[in-house]
């Protein structure tokens, strides 16, 4: 069974940064041919997606939401079985309980939660104004 830790949430003022990890106890050619998502849900809102990798066969392609665009960054390495998520720019909107996922069977750009079988528990990212 494979687990996921997320971690690097914290308090952060707009404009800042903060890098987010998410370990995954698995094993290297699950993790590597699987596609890795990023998630988030703030307070009275519906989870959304963020971002996503691909696993190996597509190349690691990656996806992002608008609203993070040219903003946040999502990266991976296999030998780690970790994934990151590099957000800049912080705004108060980015304010939420961000997942990671995994979606084993995918390797592309997938972008809806029902298609990720794992969670991990959520860190929490919250910008001040």
């Known amino acids: 069974q494979v687990h996921l830790v997320e971690s690097g949430g914290g308090l952060v003022q707009t404009g800042g940064s903060l890098r987010l990890s998410c370990a995954a106890s698995?094993?290297?050619?699950?993790?590597?041919?699987?596609?890795l998502g990023w998630f988030r849900q703030a307070p009275g809102k519906e989870r959304e997606f963020v971002a996503v990798i691909g696993g190996n066969w597509s190349g690691g392609v990656t996806a992002y939401a608008d609203n993070v665009k040219g903003r946040f960054t999502v990266s991976r390495d296999n030998a780690k079985v970790t994934a990151y998520l590099a957000m800049n720019n912080l705004i108060p909107d980015d304010t939420a309980v961000y997942y990671c996922?995994?979606?084993?069977?995918?390797?592309?750009?997938?972008?809806?939660?029902?298609?990720?079988?794992?969670w991990g528990q959520g860190t929490q990212v919250t910008v001040s104004s």
């Open positions: 698995a094993s290297g050619g699950t993790f590597s041919s699987s596609s």
């Open positions: 996922a995994l979606a084993q069977g995918y390797e592309g750009a997938v972008k809806l939660h029902w298609q990720y079988d794992t």
